[in-house]
């Protein structure tokens, strides 16, 4: 396009830098970032791609510089960053970036708020993590699916499970992401019997399963050292119409019923005995 003198524009390059960042070819997205300063392209959406496309090529010295240089800055801008350094695993650059953007009053979106959930699990940090919770209470956020599994998730890699349950007990209880989450949260936590568990009320409510509850729930069985459970699993799973696809409360009874767990000991939590009814 370059080479048949075609005239370049802000559309033009906000559609090659994503390509560039997926592909992480470095070398080309500078050559784009080159020709948006040579045409004076410098729109807030050029530079929001720059930044993402330089964070995912691994470049956080150029995504932070372009990010610096921008003369406004939207939401899309702080979070494009946020997320740069929590791909390329700088979590406490990231929490000390939200933390500035609030300091400024931007409101953060709700992608912003998982990343920052994510680098809060990842940190083990409950505090940051317990004041992010707050904050989406207070705007009422805290009933999107995508913020309810973070916090479960943020919650148990800080070994709170007590207060993953919590949020998790008021999700919706028909969507298999925060089940998920907290088969996960369990797994983390070294609870099996507790996962095992909850994985059974799982079926009987008729919940979807698809392969992330597998991932979730197997590390389980390695837990208490017991291979029969997961043939039973794997049984349930290929007479199912596919992973993923729903099965008759009734029937997953039956096939629960054949699940067999090994007692491991005393292992537990106090809230063991309050999961769904």
């Known amino acids: ?33 080159g020709l948006v300063e040579e045409k004076v392209l410098g729109k807030k959406i050029v530079s929001n791609a720059l930044v993402d496309m330089y964070a995912k090529c691994g470049g956080l010295d150029e995504a932070r510089l372009v990010f610096d240089n921008m003369v406004e800055r939207d939401v899309v801008s702080w979070t494009s960053m946020i997320n740069g350094y929590i791909l390329n695993g700088d979590m406490k650059s990231a929490l000390s ?33 317990r004041c992010v919770h707050g904050w989406v209470m207070k705007q009422r956020l805290d009933s999107e699916v995508a913020i309810e599994t973070s916090l479960i998730d943020m919650y148990a890699k800080c070994n709170c499970l007590s207060l993953s349950f919590s949020v998790f007990t008021r999700t919706s209880r028909k969507k298999t992401v925060p089940w998920n989450a907290m088969l996960s949260g369990c797994v983390h936590n070294k609870l099996a019997i507790e996962a095992i568990g909850l994985f059974k009320k799982m079926l009987v ?41 729903r099965k008759a409360p009734a029937h997953s009874l039956i096939e629960i019923r054949n699940l067999y767990v090994k007692p491991i000991g005393a292992a537990s939590l106090s809230w063991k005995n309050r999961l769904p009814p």
């Open 1 to 33: 396009m370059v080479g048949s003198g075609v005239e370049i524009d802000g559309a033009s390059v906000v559609s090659v830098l994503p390509a560039c960042g997926f592909l992480k070819e470095l070398e080309a997205g500078r050559r784009v970032h």
């Open 97 to 129: 970036l939200f933390k500035i953007m609030q300091i400024e009053g931007l409101q953060p979106s709700s992608v912003t708020i998982t990343l920052i959930l994510l680098a809060c699990a990842s940190l083990n940090n409950l505090k940051d993590g």
């Open 205 to 245: 409510e008729g919940v979807e399963i698809n392969v992330a509850t597998c991932n979730s729930l197997l590390p389980a069985y390695g837990i208490i050292a017991d291979l029969q459970p997961v043939n039973n699993i794997n049984s349930y799973l290929m007479r199912m119409d596919g992973i993923g696809l």
